[in-house]
T-cell receptor, first 117, second 113 residues
Framework: GAVVSQHPSRVICKSGTSVKIECRSL??????MFWYRQFPKQSLMLMAT?????????EQGVEKDKFLINHASLTLSTLTVTSAHPEDSSFYIC?????????????FGEGSWLTVV | KQEVTQIPAALSVPEGENLVLNCSFT??????LQWFRQDPGKGLTSLLL?????REQTSGRLNASLDKSSGRSTLYIAASQPGDSATYLC????????????FGTGTKLQVIP
């Protein structure tokens, strides 16, 4: 079945550096992908919509200059956390819709744990 | 705007008990609904996807039901085991589509040996 792969699953970076998280659809094309973030003791919240070949759409309150999203191909979206700070430490997860042939299933990556020290 | 509520927030049961987790949503015009589990420090594991045309979906000891009209889904876990201990999340598509979802706040389950 369709799989969405996310990498890395866990990353530690120093404060002030940038870190990139990749989200790949392995056996299907995704013109749109989505990025979510989980705040401590809260559920996952939608951050942004990644659009292939165009700019990402960010949810209210999400800093687009801090969370750079690039959807360079039909199978890859990347989230770059720029100038990371400890408060950016969180669980990030991506999703990609499988389309009508999949029964409108949304496929999720495994998620990435980011720790900024 | 879709709002998703999960009750209870936490649940502790002895091993072997059957249990029910609840998920309520405000906009019933949904394509499907998914249940996930999240282990501490780990990613999401998809458990069950139930389509809007279905009333139930089963996988092993898990059974998910969906009642769109009342905006409810339940996840039934039979004969619970310590390995079932995790946080369970339901994800419901946002109003007007199926691509974006709203997650519930989760139910943290502890199964005591």
């Amino acid at each position: 079945g369709a799989v969405v792969s996310q990498h890395p699953s866990r990353v530690i970076c120093k404060s002030g550096t940038s870190v990139k998280i990749e989200c790949r659809s392995l056996d299907f094309q995704a013109t749109t992908m989505f990025w979510y973030r989980q705040f401590p003791k809260q559920s996952l919240m939608l951050m942004a919509t990644s659009n292939e070949g165009s700019k990402a759409t960010y949810e209210q309150g999400v800093e687009k200059d801090k969370f750079l999203i690039n959807h360079a191909s039909l199978t890859l979206s990347t989230l770059t956390v720029t100038s990371a700070h400890p408060e950016d430490s969180s669980f990030y997860i991506c999703s990609a819709p499988g389309g009508p042939l999949s029964g409108n299933t949304i496929y999720f990556g495994e998620g990435s744990w980011l720790t900024v020290v | 705007k879709q709002e998703v509520t999960q009750i209870p927030a936490a649940l502790s049961v002895p091993e072997g008990e059957n249990l029910v987790l609840n998920c309520s949503f405000t906009d019933s015009a949904i394509y499907n609904l998914q249940w996930f589990r999240q282990d501490p420090g780990k990613g999401l594991t998809s458990l069950l996807l139930i389509q809007s045309s279905q009333r139930e979906q089963t996988s092993g000891r898990l059974n998910a039901s969906l009642d769109k009209s009342s905006g409810r889904s339940t996840l039934y876990i039979a004969a619970s085991q310590p390995g079932d201990s995790a946080t369970y999340l339901c994800a419901v598509p946002n109003s007007g589509g199926y691509q974006k979802v709203t997650f519930g706040t989760g139910t943290k389950l502890q199964v005591i040996p």
